[in-house]
Nanobody
Framework: QVPLVESGGGVVQAGGSSRLSCAAS????????MGWFRQAPGKEREFVAA????????DYADSVKGRFTISRDNAKNTVYLQMNSLKPEDTAVYYC??????????????????WGQGTQVTVSS
């Protein structure tokens, strides 16, 4: 098991910034690829960003490319999602996920093994 706890959500004005954190309670965190997904009301969970275990490869959904940045600090067992130029359509519950095969920045939810409980991000217009 890899317990994951997200933090940093809240209400942000459109055009503003916010940073989400996902802390893992696992000695093997540094070997896992990590991803961020989000789910808006009435919609399916969608991919946002992913990063390999070394941090050397990242991938982003087209909708957030150029605005969001995923990063990780393996010494702190934490992955981050820096969100800039937020839009009302970014409003969702954001989830972090861990994938045991750490060398691929996977895009699909079924490729991840562990999930956090989610944190709400609301962007007001």
């Amino acid at each position: 098991q890899v317990p994951l706890v997200e933090s940093g959500g809240g209400v942000v004005q459109a055009g503003g910034s916010s940073r989400l954190s996902c802390a893992a309670s696992s000695r093997t965190f540094s070997t896992y690829a990590m991803g961020w997904f989000r789910q808006a009301p009435g919609k399916e969970r969608e991919f946002v960003a992913a990063i390999t275990w070394t941090g050397g490869t990242t991938d982003y959904a087209d909708s957030v490319k150029g605005r969001f940045t995923i990063s990780r600090d393996n010494a702190k067992n934490t992955v981050y999602l820096q969100m800039n130029s937020l839009k009302p359509e970014d409003t969702a519950v954001y989830y972090c996920a861990a994938r045991a095969l750490g060398d691929v920045a996977a895009l699909f939810a079924h490729e991840y093994d562990y999930w956090g409980q989610g944190t709400q991000v609301t962007v007001s217009s």
